[in-house]
C-alpha cells in the first residue's frame, strides 16, 4: 500500500517538488516513509549560463529483520534460516495464522506454547526480530557554461551524491520456561547492533564542444574533456550479543564484549575523452570516440586502459531523391556501430589476500590476539573488463509516420570477466578473484509502432510492440577449467561451461541408467542419489516481448502493457524443498500420500549385475521419509520452465475538459487515474512455486539468477488510484 503526495511548483527557470509518501509492505509492521524535496534553477547571464540541481530524500523504516532470524537458526544447528516464508510453510495449510497473532495474549500463540516444533509463530518472529532506520541521499549537481562563439562552448560540472544509513537491528528475546525446554526450545537472545554507512561520491567534469558548420554540405563536432570521480565509504557496525535488562536496546546494556567492524574504502577514477564527428548534408554522418580510464582499484600497470569507438548513420530517404517523395515510405535510416569499452567494477583492494580478527572471543586462545586470513585470494595483477560491440541496424517510417519499424543486430565479445572461482579448501581458501571467463552475446532488437492503429469518431487506437532475441555462448575460462560455479548453492546453481550459454543451471538429480529410469533400491523402492550434479536449463531469458495497446476517446486514456520471458529455467530448489518437508507442497499431496511406484524407474536385475528391470511393483516404503528425504536432496524436483506471460500494467486515466475547470480561477488543470501494476501471471503447469520474475536470494549472494530460496517473499499486486492538478 503506497501513499502519496506530490505537489510541485516551476517557472522558466525554476522547479521545485516536494515528495511524501508512506509504503506499507506486504509483511505486517513493515513500512517505509520516504519523503523528499528536489530543486533545479538555471540562469543566464549573455553568455555563460549557471544551473544548479539539488535532490533530498530521507526514508524512515520499519521492517522485519529476517537476516536476524535466520542467523538465530544457524546458531541453533536447525532448519528455519531460509526465511519468513520457511515459517508459513511450517503451517498446515488448514490453520489460519492470523487466529494466532495476539502471540503476547492468546497461551496457543505463545513462543513456549506454539504448537509448531519445526518452525515459529510467524507473527512472533515479525515482532521479535526488527531493523529500524533511516537512509538520507542528496545529489547535487553545478553546471556552469560558457559559449565563446556560436559554435564553441565550455562546460564545467561538479557533483556530489552522498548516502547516509543510520540503523538498529534488533531481538527482543525470549525465555523457555519449563514446559518449553520439555519442548527442547531454546533461548531467544535479546540483542542489539547498530550499523551508521556513509558513501560520498564526487565528481569533477570539463569538457569542450565544438559544432561547426563548414559550408552548406559540411558539418563538424568534436567533443574533448576529462572527468576525476572520488568515492569513499565507510560501514561501522557495534553490537551486544546478550542485553541485561530486557527492551533497553543499548549497547552498554549488555554481558560480555562488543562486537564490531568499521571498514572503509577509497577509490578514484580519472578520465581522458573525446569524440570528433562529420555530417554531410545532414543524412550521412560518421562519428569517432576515444576514452582512457585510470583507476585506483587495479595495480599500476594495468590501471590504465583505453576504448575507442566509430559509428555510422545513413538516412536514405533523405540521399535518395525516389525516396524523398515516396508517399509509402517516409522514413528510411541505416545506422552502424562498433565500439570497445573498458570497466573495473570492483571494490578496492581487491588485489591481495586480507587478515582480519575474528569477532568471536578466545583466538585464538583465550586472550590472545590474533588474525585469521580471508575466503579468498586475489590476483595482483587483475585485468580490466572489456567488451567489444558490433551493432546494425534499421530505423524506417511507412504511409506518413503510422508505420515505424525497427531492428538492431548486436555481437558483443565479453573478455576477461572478473569472477570468483571455487576452489578447493586444501589450498586454505574457498574463492580465487580471477581473470576468469570471456562470452559472446548476440541477438535481435525489434520495435514496431502503429499510430494509430484504428482511428473512429474523437478517438483512435495505438499498438506498440517489442521484441527482444539474445543468446549466449560461453567461449573461455581460466586455463584448465571447463566450467565455473559462479553463484547460487552447492546442490542448485549458476555455472559457466564453456560452449554453453551464460548462464547454465547445475543441480543435484537421481541416479539413472542408460535408459535415463531412476534406479531404485529393490527393497525400499527408493531412488538412488547421483553423486554428481548435471546440467539443466540455462537461466536468463533468451525471448522477452512487450505488448502495448493503448486506447484514447475523449478525455478518456486507457493503456495496457503485456510482457512475455522465456526459453529460460529457474531453479526453485531451496522454497520448494522447504515445502517438500513440511507436507504442503503440491507432490507430497500426490496419490493421496499413500506409497506409490516411482514413475519411470528400474532397479537393477539380481540375476544380471549391471543390467536394470523396469519397475512396476516396488512402492516407496515411506512416503513421509520419502519426501522430508531423498525427494528434497534432488533439485531437480524444483526445477521448471520460467516462461511467463504477464499483464504488467493497465492505467484509465481522464482528464477533466478545461470548459468544466473555467467555472473557477484556481485550477488550470485536473487529471484523474487508476493504475494497477502486476495484475496477472500465466505460467506453465510445470511451476507451481511463485512467480519466476522473483528469482533471486539475498543480495550477499552474486548471479543467483533463477534461484529462489524462502527469503524471497511472494509477488504482489498493485492497485493505485492518482490525482494530478495543475494551478
Do not use: C
Not at 90 to 118: C, S, V
Not at 450 to 473: C, H, M, W
Not at 710 to 715: I, T
Amino acid at each position: 500500500m503506497i501513499f502519496l503526495f506530490l505537489p510541485s511548483l516551476s517557472s522558466k527557470d525554476f522547479y521545485l517538488s516536494l515528495q511524501d509518501a508512506l509504503i506499507k509492505g506486504i509483511v505486517p509492521d513493515d513500512e517505509n516513509r520516504r519523503t523528499g524535496v528536489r530543486l533545479n534553477a538555471a540562469k543566464e547571464y549573455g553568455k555563460f549560463r549557471a544551473g544548479l540541481n539539488i535532490n533530498y530524500v530521507q526514508n524512515n523504516f520499519k521492517l522485519f529483520d529476517d537476516d536476524g532470524m535466520s542467523d538465530y537458526f544457524t546458531a541453533q544447528g536447525t532448519g528455519g534460516n531460509d526465511g519468513l516464508m520457511n515459517q508459513i510453510f511450517n503451517t498446515p495449510g488448514h490453520i489460519r495464522i492470523r487466529d494466532y497473532k495476539d502471540f503476547e495474549n492468546n497461551p496457543f500463540a505463545q513462543y513456549n506454547n506454539y504448537y509448531n516444533d519445526y518452525g515459529l509463530n510467524p507473527y512472533f518472529a515479525i515482532d521479535n526480530w526488527r531493523n529500524q532506520g533511516k537512509r538520507q541521499d542528496v545529489i547535487a549537481n553545478l553546471d556552469l557554461s560558457y559559449k565563446a562563439t556560436d559554435w564553441l562552448s565550455f562546460t564545467y560540472r561538479a557533483a556530489i551524491n552522498s548516502r547516509n544509513t543510520s540503523e538498529r537491528f534488533i531481538s527482543k528475546g525470549e525465555t523457555p520456561n519449563q514446559y518449553g525446554l520439555d519442548r527442547s526450545l531454546s533461548l531467544v537472545p535479546a540483542a542489539v547492533s547498530e550499523r551508521n554507512f556513509n558513501l560520498n561520491t564526487l565528481s569533477s567534469e570539463i569538457f569542450g564542444n565544438l559544432n561547426k558548420q563548414i559550408n552548406d554540405d559540411f558539418k563538424v563536432t568534436g567533443l574533448l574533456g576529462s572527468y576525476l570521480r572520488q568515492r569513499e565509504s565507510r560501514d561501522t557496525r557495534v553490537g551486544a550479543a546478550s542485553l541485561v535488562v530486557p527492551d533497553i536496546f543499548n549497547i552498554g546494556n549488555r554481558t560480555g564484549n562488543l562486537s564490531g567492524s568499521s571498514p572503509m574504502t577509497r577509490s578514484r577514477l580519472f578520465s581522458i575523452y573525446g569524440s570528433a564527428g562529420l555530417s554531410y548534408k545532414g543524412w550521412a554522418n560518421v562519428e569517432v570516440t576515444g576514452r582512457n580510464d585510470w583507476t585506483s582499484v587495479l595495480a599500476i600497470g594495468n590501471n590504465s586502459y583505453f576504448y575507442p569507438g566509430v559509428s555510422g548513420s545513413l538516412v536514405l530517404t533523405d540521399a535518395i531523391p525516389a525516396l524523398t517523395t515516396s508517399e509509402a515510405v517516409s522514413y528510411l535510416k541505416l545506422r552502424a556501430a562498433w565500439n570497445k569499452t573498458g570497466n573495473a567494477d570492483i571494490d578496492p583492494y581487491q588485489l591481495q589476500a586480507i587478515f582480519s580478527q575474528p569477532s568471536y572471543t578466545g583466538f585464538p586462545y583465550g586472550s590472545n590476539p590474533g588474525f585469521t586470513a580471508g575466503n579468498t585470494v586475489y590476483d595482483y595483477n587483475l585485468q580490466p573488463e572489456f567488451i567489444n560491440s558490433t551493432e546494425v541496424g534499421l530505423e524506417s517510417g511507412f504511409l506518413n509516420g503510422k508505420i515505424n519499424l525497427e531492428a538492431t543486430y548486436f555481437y558483443q565479445n565479453n573478455t576477461d570477466q572478473i569472477i570468483n572461482v571455487r576452489t578447493s579448501d586444501a589450498t586454505g581458501y574457498g574463492f580465487a578473484s580471477l581473470n576468469a571467463a570471456s562470452f559472446i552475446n548476440k541477438g535481435v532488437e525489434l520495435d514496431l509502432r502503429l499510430t494509430p492503429l484504428v482511428k473512429f469518431n474523437n478517438g483512435n487506437i495505438q499498438f506498440r510492440a517489442n521484441a527482444t532475441y539474445n543468446d549466449s555462448e560461453v567461449t573461455s575460462l581460466y586455463p584448465g577449467l571447463d566450467e565455473l560455479s559462479i553463484g547460487g548453492y552447492v546442490s542448485s546453481g549458476n555455472y559457466a561451461i564453456i560452449g554453453e550459454p551464460a548462464f547454465r543451471i547445475k543441480a543435484s538429480d537421481y541416479l539413472r541408467d542408460e535408459q535415463g529410469r531412476i534406479i531404485v533400491d529393490a527393497t525400499t523402492g527408493y531412488p538412488s542419489a547421483d553423486p554428481n550434479t548435471k546440467v539443466f536449463g540455462r537461466t536468463l531469458p533468451k525471448w522477452i516481448v512487450g505488448l502495448n495497446p493503448s486506447a484514447n476517446w475523449k478525455n478518456f486514456n486507457l493503456s495496457a502493457l503485456f510482457e512475455y520471458k522465456g526459453g529460460h529455467d529457474v531453479s526453485f530448489f531451496s522454497m520448494g524443498s522447504d515445502m517438500a518437508w513440511t507436507g504442503v507442497s503440491a507432490a507430497t499431496a500426490r496419490n493421496n500420500r499413500e506409497r506409490f511406484v516411482m514413475p519411470n524407474s528400474s532397479y537393477e536385475d539380481p540375476a544380471n549385475p549391471g543390467s536394470y528391470l523396469p519397475n512396476t511393483n516396488i512402492p516407496v516404503s515411506n512416503v513421509n521419509d520419502f519426501y522430508t528425504g531423498v525427494y528434497r536432496n534432488a533439485a531437480s524436483n524444483f526445477i521448471t520452465s520460467a516462461a511467463a506471460w504477464r499483464l504488467r500494467e493497465l492505467s484509465l486515466s481522464y482528464d477533466v475538459p478545461e470548459a468544466f475547470l473555467a467555472r473557477q480561477k484556481y485550477v488550470k488543470g485536473l487529471s484523474l487515474g487508476l493504475t494497477g501494476r502486476n495484475l496477472f501471471v500465466w505460467v506453465p503447469k510445470t511451476n507451481e512455486y511463485s512467480d519466476p520474475d522473483f528469482n533471486s536470494v539475498a543480495d550477499d549472494y552474486r548471479n543467483t539468477y533463477g534461484i529462489v530460496n524462502s527469503q524471497s517473499n511472494p509477488p504482489v499486486r498493485m492497485y493505485g488510484f492518482n490525482i494530478s492538478a495543475r494551478f
